[in-house]
């Protein structure tokens, strides 16, 4: 019956976008995986469309570089690389805390009630152990971030590899953390948002995104992130004693 939710067309969606977003539902869900051949006719079945849309969907996939097409072999579910995910994260952390500083010079309560209604939901799914949804949540969560922020063309840069980050963070070990750690982040997060401290909020996002990813992969900081983030604990002990 799950699988079901996977394939089922919904309404108003043209078939390539439908592929395309179904595609990513199915990967997410372990319905498809990491380095998987992708069979065109088995693929096409299973959506219901034929080979046109599903062509054009893999199309706009391969772009976002979610699928590979390997020489005289085929296409594929993309896999990444630990160096390739590390190269995301400093992305994603440097998006963040832009997005982050910009919230916290424009913060109003307006403005933050829907992070804290958010965050009270990735609470109420943690605290039942349903993993999956917390982690859908918290992402959202983030993307919230980037739009509260103003700027659509950093939205659109966050979106532009947050497929890639999400792929990657559903099918690596090291990310079944305990939700509880999650939680404080966000707390933090939350308290720096509404500190109205561009500063101090950039520093936190950009800090724990960083170091949160470079531990769980089990990869030393480089030197010169190292230092940022010392530098950034040092502020953000600075905002919390304030």
Known sequence: MEEAGIW??????????????????????????????????????RLGVSRGPLREGLKALEAERLVERRAGRGMFVAEISVDRALQMILMRATLEGLAARL??????????????????????????????????????FHEMVCEASGNEYLLRSWVSISNLVRLFLHHHPGYEHKPEDLLRNHERFLATLQSGDPDLAEATFRGVIIESGYSRLGVPLPTAMGRLSRAEAGSSTKGRSA
């Open 8 to 45: 089922t067309p919904p309404p108003r969606t043209s078939l390539p976008e439908f592929v395309a977003m179904r595609f990513m539902e199915a990967m997410r869900s372990g319905a498809l995986s990491p380095g998987e051949r992708i069979i065109e006719a088995t693929l096409a079945k």
């Open 103 to 140: 919230v916290a010079e424009r913060y109003t309560p307006e403005l933050g009630a829907p992070l804290i209604r958010q965050h009270r939901l990735i609470e109420e799914s943690a605290a039942a152990g349903r993993m999956s949804e917390w982690r859908d949540l918290d992402w959202r």
